[in-house]
């Protein structure tokens, strides 16, 4: 598993220390380097698809995590932790399963033993689903809803990319319930696409939400939503999954239940996962050309003070103190860079960081009693009065947030377009859009899209409102589907 | 890694549906019945030394991670994660370490590789130590002082025991530090140790501290500073330690840094470590024979709620859940049990679990506006009229809170004894007691005393005030030094 062949092309190179570049024209290369300058991660690990949370990024991530954690357990689901380690088995109840992801183990083992009957958990339900089998009796035992915020592992083949696809994938959180009948399972699905619509309101991203084609859903369950964010190359990222088991791994796993009746039966099961990839979209979303753009609501630093230190330099950091206590009393948070940098150099690296609101507090700012404020998602110097100044800067802090939504709503307005024929989808594709097209749900007019490389049925939007036929073979079709490039 | 002879002798016995052993008679068994029982883990899962945290579980342990993250964070120590596969190359870059620790280490590799090249993180410093060299460069990188909470694997060769030795040890942190100069250094580790003496305020027991005897500090290190508890049955338990590496890591790991004079420097480090044992140490020391007692400063349900349904159903009902809210709107946590079970059943569950203060009201309460307070380390029924019932009950939170400390301190009073010779220290240690000698700190005299069957030297007291001679060979010796039984 060393540093391979895999991973980003500019790994060995030297990282520049300033972006230059532009997220439009190039966003690989932009996406690298900011995951770095900003101090998110650490890529010199030296195993493949795999990196450090440094400081910075931790935080962030946490402050993410910190929203799911908080609408879970407002919701009743309860946090739990499965061990690492899986029996074989454990993970061969669900051959089908297992034979699918068997290429993408890790297998573990202790000194002196021979081959490896253990392996790191790829995903939850190997490790939970056998001693679900143990807790759940009756139907006095259900639902059962838990979940676990985890590392999975996987032996990826494809080229990996930090927190997009890693062979560690860290802060994944999984969502598993289970339920006495297919509507039970049905309301609670519902309630994990409210949840995440909740977390994607954070991130100031609008949520799209497709129904996955049928042979895309995990082998013997009933379907799956998932969550996609289209990113600045027009490429679209799979981001988090709500999927209705049925009753298929019940049915593997043994998952029981007798019944009012006391008749034994099968429970219905749903999970619902994701992690990091919500950083992701927030960091590909809504940076520029000068670096991150957080959203307040996940924003570890929400404000960030820069004294201008020509005279009165006592003044100007007591009045700088005095404002940093103001605004944490208020819940805000806020740092204050003292430090010897130009003030230049400060805006620039805090810019990086996507700090969400600058205020620079000089002399003049002290002598007439009033602050100058930059929201980073603008870029203007503004007055401020001192007055109710915790009040106003979380007023500022709720307009970034509104106005970085609907930023990301613009960009999707203008990137995703409907065409009505194989050939304009196929060209606004090359030209990094992402498409909406009428299509039958077949899989042989599913081939022929997917025939143009790099591209997918992605999903299909679930309403039933639109009509138009399939771009394909011409049958009508209730549904809108997005066919894009995807990662 | 099946379950084996290493498990507990119980495991695979149906666990009774009471506790019926009592803890100062039996402490392993009731140990282990308790962690099922109050449905903190569950220990069915299939690999030696694992297990899974139970939703009420992970709770207890959850809160206090949040007393650890919320003291490293005000402490300016912050919060990273470091990959859990090693390559053998970092892990080799101490060979010493990496010798002695190689037995216990879990191999991993991927499908189609031959030997394994990799580990799983068996403690921090193989994966954090060559990111840090990367990381300081200048005198202008120190300090560093970051942390990670991790799962940690030991493939243990000796009998596991959950949340005492297991194999995955989970909810562990890591503290680990770099310093320009060795006065830094130090100091870092008392603050460790002032945070760490916060730690043990909250769970309700006085710390004991110990500096171990120099040929068990880590090869190379200065010295270590190690937390005990006393276990209810006489035998000592290590919880915490705080490690001063001097340089022998930063010359293995060749961390480094450019003085002021331009000078290559090897850096000053130090490690602190702790996790899942705290909870140990509180189940151990203030459970009784029905049950858990949880400190309410970590206790997931502070005050449980118990409607007594003779007559006046809805007003009952109505007042618990008035009186739920004014408490949770105190910060104070808060469960009403209005499942169908009796009265009993309920006090009986919830005193297994360990929850602080219960509150019974009926019909009689609401009539007369009171409530029937009941605090789980006394058992005794009391009246508390409703009027600033929040606040009453803050009061009697924190008695309980204090009462434990108490009784933990008498317990530690009474069971730890002072001898001054070899035959009375055994005599003392066989009675189930934990003795204090003189030691005159040799390696000689130390045998002479670990001849005893699973006797150790447990450490020294860092004071110097007392004054008496080695109860071996009669040298002069400035220190008080545990000798007991140990985990």
């Given at each position: 598993m060393p540093k391979d062949e895999l991973e980003d092309e500019e790994l060995s190179m030297e990282l520049p220390k300033e972006l230059g570049v532009s997220k439009t024209e190039n966003f690989a290369v932009w996406y690298n380097r900011i995951i770095q300058l900003a101090d998110l991660i650490e890529k010199r690990y030296n195993v493949a698809g795999m990196f450090v949370w440094k400081p910075y990024g931790f935080r962030i991530m946490a402050n993410i995590k910190k929203i799911w954690d908080k609408l879970f357990a407002e919701s009743g689901i309860q946090e739990t932790y499965f061990p690492l380690i899986v029996p074989l088995e454990y993970a061969q109840m669900n051959k089908a399963w297992f034979d699918g992801f068997e290429d993408e183990v890790f297998w573990v083992k202790g000194r002196g033993e021979g081959d490896p009957t253990h392996i790191l958990r790829p995903t939850g339900e190997p490790a939970m689903y056998p001693i679900f089998a143990m807790w759940i009796r009756s139907y006095k035992d259900l639902p059962l809803r838990i979940y676990e915020t985890v590392s999975s592992f996987r032996y990826e083949t494809k080229h990996t990319r930090p927190l997009i696809r890693d062979r560690e994938i860290t802060f994944w959180y999984e969502i598993h319930t289970v339920h006495a009948t297919k509507e039970e399972s049905e309301e609670e699905l519902k309630e994990h696409m409210r949840i995440n619509d909740k977390i994607w309101e954070a991130l100031a991203i609008p949520p799209i939400k497709v129904e996955k084609p049928q042979w895309e859903v995990?082998?013997?369950?009933?379907g799956a939503i998932e969550y996609y964010n289209i990113m600045p190359n027009g490429r679209m990222l799979e981001n988090g999954s709500c999927n209705n088991l049925g009753q298929a791994y019940a049915k593997k796993f043994e998952i029981t239940y007798i019944d009012e009746n006391n008749q034994k039966q099968y429970a219905w099961q749903t999970c619902t996962g994701n992690g990091a990839r919500y950083l992701v979209a927030a960091i590909a979303l809504h940076g520029d050309d000068k670096g991150l753009i957080l959203p307040p609501r996940i924003a570890p630093i929400q404000v960030v003070i820069i004294p201008i230190f020509k005279e009165k330099l006592e003044e100007v950091l007591s009045t700088c103190q005095k404002i940093a206590e103001a605004l944490k009393a208020a819940d805000i948070s806020v740092e204050i860079d003292a430090t010897e940098k130009t003030p230049g150099e400060k805006f620039y690296i805090w810019e990086i960081k996507g700090v969400p609101l600058r205020l620079e507090i000089g002399p003049k700012e002290v002598a007439e009693n009033f602050v100058t404020a930059v929201r980073r998602d603008q870029g203007k110097r503004q007055k401020v009065e001192m007055k109710d100044l915790s009040l106003k800067v979380a007023v500022l802090l709720e307009q970034v947030q509104t106005n970085l939504y609907l930023k990301a709503q613009k960009f999707y307005e203008n990137i995703v377009v409907e065409t009505n024929s194989f050939t304009e989808m196929k060209a606004k594709i090359n030209e990094g859009k992402v498409t909406l097209i009428y299509w039958c749900r077949s899989e042989e007019c599913a081939d022929e899209i997917e025939r143009i490389e790099g591209v997918e049925i992605v999903g299909v939007i679930p309403t039933n409102e639109a009509r138009g036929e399939c771009i394909i073979c011409g049958k009508p079709s209730g549904e809108k589907t997005y066919v894009a490039k995807t990662y």
């Open positions: 995990f082998p013997g369950a009933i």
